[in-house]
């Protein structure tokens, strides 16, 4: 019998990013000898190392590698090297265009903290155990993609723009996800202030009224919102919301489990899909094989998960949750920094902890 083989591509991009894509692959092609399944990776430029190389963030090869991958891996993109180039040049502007050309339209970052994670968070333990929500963050549209955008030297403008089948599309993720966890879904927006945000409030509730009357809808006012997510995270199920809020929300909740350094994502579309850390190039840290590989790991099973391989992504996630409940964790996360492992240090004990078998 032939074991499945998927192409990864994959993109390390800038800063911290090949460190911890590194990781993520290690653990990966682990795994699927573990599991028996073939993984052919492909690596491409992104971001700053493609403005290097090829004075474009994101060059047409990138964009032909990703479209033929099964899915793709991304670590993260930019630098204070980058910041003053013309937005075409910008890392950012590569990763914005990468999106919106492979439409992965919805980006889900799940946050879920167990016990252990919990007495890591500067937040109160009792508090924040238990904790297990998803941001569904709307991702090629808003504010980040509104026309009209321009500046000159006496105004700026970016425009907030969401069309209904736009609205209606993301909403759909996000009900028909809950459906798969505790059918609930709080969506966030500005209704009281923003005109955009009235429409979305109505479309989203008419998607839950016409086609999932089965999952409970309420809706918040982001304000609120990022204080509850502090204050009671275990409220939240599902929580929908636009690009620029869930941008911000989701590093937000990332105190939650007490690093940026613990929260992956997946975005997905109708024929790509991407994984990638929440977390950027964290160029404060940069070089030194101290960050923390958790989020793009995590990445990676989430990756499998999308691929069928869900075997797989549990016993990444069981060995990820082994190796912070024995006490092994980087920096970011360290009581004592003398005790801190390095992102390599931390990948092998993945690695010892991945076992067959596990649910
Ligand atoms: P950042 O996420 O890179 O870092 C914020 C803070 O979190 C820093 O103190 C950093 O050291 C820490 N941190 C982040 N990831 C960590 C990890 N894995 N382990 C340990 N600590 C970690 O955000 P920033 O500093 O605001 O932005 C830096 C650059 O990254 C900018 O150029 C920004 O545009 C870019 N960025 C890219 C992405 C992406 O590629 N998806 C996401 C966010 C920011
Ligand atoms: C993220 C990042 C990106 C975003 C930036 C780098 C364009 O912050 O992936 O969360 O704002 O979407
Ligand atoms: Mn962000």
Redesign the pocket.
């Given at each position: 019998m032939n074991p499945s083989t998927y192409n990864i591509t994959l993109l390390p991009?800038?800063?911290?990013?090949p460190e911890?894509v590194a990781e993520a692959v290690k653990v990966l092609s682990r795994v699927s000898e573990l599991y028996d399944f073939g993984l052919l990776f492909e690596t491409a430029l992104i971001?700053g190392a493609a403005v290097d190389d090829l004075a474009n963030p994101y060059p047409p090869q990138t964009h032909e590698a990703c479209k033929r991958a099964d899915a793709v891996l991304?670590?993260?993109?930019?630098?204070?090297k980058?910041?003053t180039l013309p937005k075409a040049l910008r890392?950012?502007t590569g990763?914005l265009s990468m999106r919106k050309a492979l439409d992965v339209f919805a980006n889900l970052r799940p946050v879920a903290v167990d016990g252990v994670q919990a007495a890591r968070s500067p937040l109160r333990p009792e508090k924040v155990a238990g904790t297990d929500l998803l941001v569904v963050r709307e991702l090629v549209g808003g504010i980040y993609f509104g026309t009209p955008s321009y500046r000159n030297d006496v105004e700026g403008v970016s425009t907030m723009r969401y069309t209904k089948p736009e609205i209606e599309r993301i909403a759909r993720i996000a009900f028909a996800t809950a459906r798969d966890r505790r059918n609930k879904v709080t969506s966030v927006d500005k209704a009281n202030v923003l005109a955009v945000s009235q429409l979305w409030r109505e479309v989203v509730q008419e998607v839950r009224d016409a086609e999932f009357e089965d999952v409970q809808l309420e809706h918040m006012y982001v304000d609120n919102a990022a204080m509850q997510l502090i204050l009671n995270p275990r409220q939240f199920d599902v929580i929908l919301t636009g690009n620029l809020f869930g941008d911000i929300l989701s590093?937000a909740s990332a105190v939650l489990p007490g690093?940026?350094?613990m929260l992956p994502s997946a975005s997905i579309g109708e024929s790509s899909s991407l994984f990638?850390?929440?977390?950027?190039?964290?160029?404060?840290?940069a070089g030194k094989g101290?960050?923390?590989?958790?989020?793009?790991i995590l990445s990676g099973a989430m990756m499998l998960d999308y691929l069928g391989q869900k075997e797989a992504a549990a016993a990444i996630r069981n060995a990820v949750a082994n190796t912070l409940l024995d006490g092994f964790v980087?920096?970011?996360l360290a009581s004592d920094v003398v005790l801190a492992l390095t992102t390599s240090a931390f990948g092998d004990e993945v690695i010892k902890r991945l076992v067959a078998d596990v649910e």
């Amino acid at each position: 019998m032939n074991p499945s083989t998927y192409n990864i591509t994959l993109l390390p991009g800038d800063g911290i990013g090949p460190e911890v894509v590194a990781e993520a692959v290690k653990v990966l092609s682990r795994v699927s000898e573990l599991y028996d399944f073939g993984l052919l990776f492909e690596t491409a430029l992104i971001g700053g190392a493609a403005v290097d190389d090829l004075a474009n963030p994101y060059p047409p090869q990138t964009h032909e590698a990703c479209k033929r991958a099964d899915a793709v891996l991304l670590g993260a993109v930019g630098g204070p090297k980058y910041d003053t180039l013309p937005k075409a040049l910008r890392p950012e502007t590569g990763l914005l265009s990468m999106r919106k050309a492979l439409d992965v339209f919805a980006n889900l970052r799940p946050v879920a903290v167990d016990g252990v994670q919990a007495a890591r968070s500067p937040l109160r333990p009792e508090k924040v155990a238990g904790t297990d929500l998803l941001v569904v963050r709307e991702l090629v549209g808003g504010i980040y993609f509104g026309t009209p955008s321009y500046r000159n030297d006496v105004e700026g403008v970016s425009t907030m723009r969401y069309t209904k089948p736009e609205i209606e599309r993301i909403a759909r993720i996000a009900f028909a996800t809950a459906r798969d966890r505790r059918n609930k879904v709080t969506s966030v927006d500005k209704a009281n202030v923003l005109a955009v945000s009235q429409l979305w409030r109505e479309v989203v509730q008419e998607v839950r009224d016409a086609e999932f009357e089965d999952v409970q809808l309420e809706h918040m006012y982001v304000d609120n919102a990022a204080m509850q997510l502090i204050l009671n995270p275990r409220q939240f199920d599902v929580i929908l919301t636009g690009n620029l809020f869930g941008d911000i929300l989701s590093d937000a909740s990332a105190v939650l489990p007490g690093s940026l350094g613990m929260l992956p994502s997946a975005s997905i579309g109708e024929s790509s899909s991407l994984f990638e850390p929440i977390h950027g190039s964290a160029p404060d840290i940069a070089g030194k094989g101290i960050a923390n590989p958790a989020a793009a790991i995590l990445s990676g099973a989430m990756m499998l998960d999308y691929l069928g391989q869900k075997e797989a992504a549990a016993a990444i996630r069981n060995a990820v949750a082994n190796t912070l409940l024995d006490g092994f964790v980087t920096s970011d996360l360290a009581s004592d920094v003398v005790l801190a492992l390095t992102t390599s240090a931390f990948g092998d004990e993945v690695i010892k902890r991945l076992v067959a078998d596990v649910e």
